[in-house]
């Protein structure tokens, strides 16, 4: 493997660790913006919402992508449309994830709630950085925005963890 598929499957890697991280920062951006709530981002939200994202998160992005390409027809604010449109259900499995008192699945109106909006905070930006790295490593011209934005989210999110 030369040292170009490296840096290249490295800078996948940064895009899903920044990607994740997105979400925490702009959960507890929302709850605080919206709500003023602190100290929102809790140790089972961090564990339930890190093993979603790593497993059917992951799979939705990959899905997306390959679909995508094998029709040929990949724009940027199309896979962020269906990346956002595929995270609305991990906004429904992390409320059951997490015991939100439901039996069942929640109902459609959820995701207009407080929590829902939240939490759509949560999934969306993480949806949002993912598109955007993935774009951004298909245009290794523009890849200097995105480094940015996720150092930014990298300093929140250990902002938003880090102990008082």
Partial sequence: MDITMKKRYLFYLW?????YMAGPAMYALAMYILYQETDVVTTSLIGWTAATFLSVGILFILITVIMLRVFNIYYFWLQTLLFELFFLILVYMTTVLLGAG??????????????????????GSIALMSSWGIWAARQPIRKSPYMLVSRVMLILFILEIWPR
Avoid: C, H, Q
Wanted: no cysteine; hydrophobic share 50%.
């Fill in 102 to 123: 439901n039996r069942g699945l929640p109902k459609l109106s959820f995701l207009f709630t407080p929590e829902g909006i939240s939490l759509w905070m949560f999934w």
């Fill in 15 to 19: 895009i899903a660790v920044t990607s």
